[in-house]
Each structure stands twice: as structure tokens, then as C-alpha cells.
Nanobody, 117 residues
Framework: QVQLVESGGGLVQTGGSLRLSCVVSGSIFSVNDMGWYRQAPGNQREMVALITSGGSTNYADSVKGRFTISKDNAKNTVFLQMNSLKPEDTAVYYC???????????WGQGTQVTVSS
């Protein structure tokens, strides 16, 4: 069984920083792309940042220049460094990983990020 466990969320003031982590564990044969998504109340889940198996990255326009995605392949862990946080960044942040030969999609349980004004 595969598990994705996020950590690092919390309450921060506008302009502050947080670092999210997501550890992938279980029967992992290969890790393809990984990413972070977020969902605010009343909104659809949206992509925040993606990182491919080769290390290429892609960001939502709203977070470019403020957020950085990275990974530690040896530890099957993906990170999201979030700087210059804004109230509109408030959401539940979910980790996603595409695993195995068929790139099956797995999700974490989510971690709450709240940015106060």
C-alpha cells in the first residue's frame, strides 16, 4: 500500500514563509512526476507546482517567483518552499505523485495553510 504524508502546514502572517514536505512510502517501484495542488473553500483544486522525474519544474502563474518545488529522490520526498505568502494562498495543500509503470496517481490527505492579513 502506498501512502503520501504531508507536513509543514500552519498559520502564518502575510509575507511569511512555510515549507511543506510530502513523504511517499510503501510499495513504490518508480516515482514519476510529483506535485502540489491546493483547494480553497468553494474553489476547485488547482495545480500549484510540478516536478518531473528529471527535475523539470512548472508553476502556476500566481506562485511564480514565490514558491519553489524540489525533491529528494533518495527519500522519496517532495518539498514546497513558500515565501512571500499572501492571504489568497490560504487553502488545503495536497501532494500528488504518479507512481509505477502506468503512472498511477496517488494523493496525500492534505495540509492546511492559512495566511492571515
Amino acid at each position: 500500500q502506498v501512502q503520501l504524508v504531508e507536513s509543514g502546514g500552519g498559520l502564518v502572517q502575510t509575507g511569511g514563509s512555510l515549507r511543506l514536505s510530502c513523504v511517499v512510502s510503501g510499495s513504490i517501484f518508480s516515482v514519476n512526476d510529483m506535485g502540489w495542488y491546493r483547494q480553497a473553500p468553494g474553489n476547485q483544486r488547482e495545480m500549484v507546482a510540478l516536478i518531473t522525474s528529471g527535475g523539470s519544474t512548472n508553476y502556476a502563474d500566481s506562485v511564480k517567483g514565490r514558491f519553489t518545488i524540489s525533491k529528494d529522490n533518495a527519500k522519496n520526498t517532495v518539498f514546497l518552499q513558500m515565501n512571500s505568502l499572501k492571504p489568497e494562498d490560504t487553502a488545503v495543500y495536497y501532494c500528488n505523485a504518479l507512481l509505477g509503470k502506468y503512472a498511477r496517481s496517488w494523493w496525500g490527505q492534505g495540509t492546511q495553510v492559512t495566511v492571515s492579513s
